[in-house]
């Protein structure tokens, strides 16, 4: 059993930035790939940004946030961090990180002036 938390989520104005940590609860975390999915109120779930395990150097992002989002992980914290510049509205939604079948609760975001 994987515990996964995400944390970072918040109110933020268009154009500002946020960083979400996904931490997770065993070391198992660090060599698997790493995902975050979003879902805005009304709307499917969706995949944002995905980080490979080990070294995390392979890393990919949805069109919409390729640019603006950067993830990076740090194992020895067991935390995979979203880097997220340049907020839209579009951006809001309750932000998931996932690896394998673990899920954590999410943390919000949104993004308003």
């Known amino acids: 059993q994987i515990q996964l938390v995400e944390s970072g989520g918040g109110l933020v104005q268009p154009g500002g930035s946020l960083r979400l940590a996904c931490t997770a609860s065993s070391l198992v975390f660090n060599g698997y790939f790493t995902k975050w999915f979003r879902q805005a109120p009304g709307k499917e779930r969706e995949f944002v940004a995905g980080?490979?395990?080990?070294?995390?150097?392979?890393?990919n992002y949805t069109d919409s946030v390729e640019g603006r989002f950067t993830l990076s992980r740090d194992n020895d914290k067991k935390t995979v961090y979203l880097q997220m510049n340049d907020l839209k509205p579009e951006d809001t939604g309750l932000y998931y990180c996932?690896?394998?079948?673990?899920w954590g609760q999410g943390t919000p975001v949104t993004v308003s002036s």
């Open positions: 980080i490979a395990g080990g070294s995390g150097l392979l890393s």
């Open positions: 996932s690896i394998l079948h673990f």
